[in-house]
């Protein structure tokens, strides 16, 4: 027997750990499906069903694009800022101009600004995006209050609500909208040039620039798309409530990090996928789901969770010792 075969024996009963840990979030989102499916007769219905994804859509779209900041080795900890200041733009402009499509389209554009901001201050000034995301977090939460004055705006054009809480062929439109969202960044992520180059940063960026990848541009457009979804789910939510409220998204930041890495994004850059990040969010809401369902004490919510989040990071810790 040589080395090589007896090398590639004892690497054999690792496969069922590894094919665990890169399904790991699938896994788990099946056994609460039928756990809920066979305790309650209520949770699997397309009422349910439909509501969970409509109540979450601004959460998975916020995580779908945060996967790429992550898999560029970068965090981004203003998400929830740039959520807020997007909300209550919209809500001024839709009570100045009395247009509500123009005021819904301006979130996502304030987004997308406020996301290269972030991305320019990365990339050319080298700051660790960690710190450069916490401290515009900081700076974007008081733009949300000045802009407000610390109060609520409320909404009442006709038709500003619509794009919240109206429905096409019976699913709710932030439904379709996440459904849009998602397949858009998952090709973009798997299948484009950069796609590739997003995976080559986080993986070794000075070897990818020295491949010929421009990994600071990448940077900023991750940034830039971050910040875009982050607008996109503010106008959703905006829509929804009509009114815009300068603490807005507060912890939506960590949630959507939390569900990324509990999909199985390496929180070290370089290995993730968009569909992964969308099952962690849905993976948490059901938790949540379940509870209400089951009428459980929801203090033990955050428990359950924490404890799920905590247990897929531990196994996806293993799986990489393991390789």
Not at 107 to 136: C, D, K
Not at 238 to 251: D, F, L, N, T, Y
Request: aromatic fraction near 8%; charged fraction near 10%; include cysteine.
């Amino acid at each position: 027997m040589t080395a090589i075969t007896a090398e590639t024996q004892r690497k054999a009963p690792v496969r069922p750990l590894l094919l665990a840990k890169d399904h790991a979030v699938l896994i788990l989102l099946a056994a609460v499906v039928v756990w809920l499916s066979v305790a309650s007769p209520a949770f699997f219905t397309s009422a349910n069903i439909l509501n969970i994804l409509n109540q979450n859509a601004p959460l998975a779209i916020i995580a779908a694009a945060g996967t790429f900041v992550i898999v560029s080795g970068n965090f981004d900890l203003s998400t929830a800022s740039i959520f807020a200041v997007a909300s209550v733009c919209a809500a001024w402009l839709a009570v100045e101009t009395g247009n509500p499509l123009l005021a819904l389209v301006a979130a996502p554009v304030v987004g997308m600004v406020l996301g290269a901001l972030n991305g320019l201050v990365v990339a050319s000034l080298r700051i660790h995006s960690f710190l450069a995301t916490l401290a515009s977090s900081m700076v974007y939460s008081a733009l949300a209050v000045l802009i407000t004055g610390g109060a609520l705006i409320t909404v009442d054009v006709d038709g500003f609500a619509d794009f919240g809480r109206g429905s096409f062929l019976g699913v709710f439109i932030p439904v379709w909208v996440l459904a849009a969202v998602v397949a858009a960044l998952w090709f973009l992520l798997s299948g484009t040039v950069f796609g590739r180059h997003v995976f080559a940063t986080g993986g070794n960026a000075e070897a990818a620039e020295l491949s010929g990848i421009r990994a600071d541009r990448v940077k900023v457009l991750v940034f830039v798309l971050s910040g875009l979804a982050a607008g996109i789910a503010a106008a959703i939510a905006v829509s929804r409530i009509s009114s815009g409220q300068p603490q807005a998204g507060a912890g939506m930041e960590l949630q959507a990090i939390a569900a990324i890495i509990l999909g199985g994004t390496s929180i070290h850059g370089g290995v993730g996928a968009v569909w992964r990040s969308v099952a962690g969010v849905f993976l948490i809401a059901l938790v949540g789901n379940g509870f209400d369902i089951m009428n459980f004490n929801p203090q033990l919510k955050d428990l359950v969770t924490g404890l799920i989040i905590l247990a897929a990071v531990a196994l996806a810790a293993v799986g990489r010792r393991r390789r």
